[in-house]
């Protein structure tokens, strides 16, 4: 018999641990006006919620469904995990399945997206790409008034820059300057970075000379977290009303 969503519950439901779960409510922001407000967790840690997972692959995707429709956080995360896992070994319909999950908000934290997004929509959208396809998806997902479309967007492009190519980071970012969620300035900001550190330093400084004026603080912060002091001292002096210049064509600091 094939295993079922109340299997994986149960196993979850094992390896789970109330004080636990009294910690994630504060950690996950769930109180009243929150991004996370009235998420519900029963205290799992990801090392025991990834060996459940591999415990259960191959679990049917309308079981999945299941899990992803659940109001309890950690069920969810193995949904989203096992999508992944699936993914990897055969893609037929998963992508579908997850998108459908991320429109109907069950996708709906900073966790679950890091850990699927980059794995299913950027592989998707590039390979797409491949065919002929454009950056249409991405472009809908970062216009969304949902803050988990607009962060599905921005991590999806990981895949592009663990590829090589930093252009789908790039517009996205600058379409986003003017997002007023901190979870989306630290999104952006990070995957700056990673096109910095895994790419190239030209494109990110690129940006960061055109855009760092116009940045939100946190974004810049993350943007330039591996740059050498003096760069950053630089383009954060470019967010002051009276500094426009790229840091790269005033004189070195003393």
């Given at each position: ?33 929150h991004y996370g407000a009235g998420d ?215």
């Open positions: 018999m094939s295993a079922t969503a109340p299997d994986v519950r149960a196993a979850l439901a094992a390896v789970a641990d109330p004080s636990r779960a009294q910690q994630a409510l504060r950690y996950f922001k769930t109180g009243e006006g519900v967790f029963i205290g799992v840690t990801m090392p025991d919620l990834r060996k459940v997972v591999r415990r259960f692959r191959g679990l049917p995707l309308n079981e999945v469904d299941s899990l992803l429709d659940s109001e309890v956080h950690e069920h969810r995360m193995a949904g989203v995990l096992l999508l992944v896992d699936t993914y990897k070994k055969d893609p037929a319909g998963v992508f579908d399945r997850y998108l459908a999950a991320v429109r109907r908000g069950r996708v709906n934290n900073w966790d679950l997206v890091d850990a699927s997004a980059e794995f299913i929509v950027g592989p998707h959208v590039r390979e797409g790409m491949a065919q002929g396809g454009d950056l249409s998806l991405l472009d809908e997902l970062a216009a969304s008034d949902s803050l988990w479309e607009r962060r599905v967007a921005v991590l999806a492009t990981f895949d592009f820059i663990k590829h090589g190519d930093p252009a789908p980071t790039l517009r996205l970012a600058e379409r986003l300057l003017t997002d007023r969620q901190d979870l989306m300035h630290k999104a952006v900001g990070w995957m700056l970075r990673e096109t910095g550190k895994r790419i190239s330093r030209d494109p990110l400084l690129g940006f960061l000379d055109a855009h760092a004026a116009e940045m939100p603080r946190t974004m810049l912060s993350y943007a330039t977290e591996h740059l050498a002091p003096e760069e950053r001292a630089a383009y954060r002096v470019m967010r002051a009303p009276t500094a426009r210049s790229s840091p790269r064509t005033r004189a070195a600091p003393s």
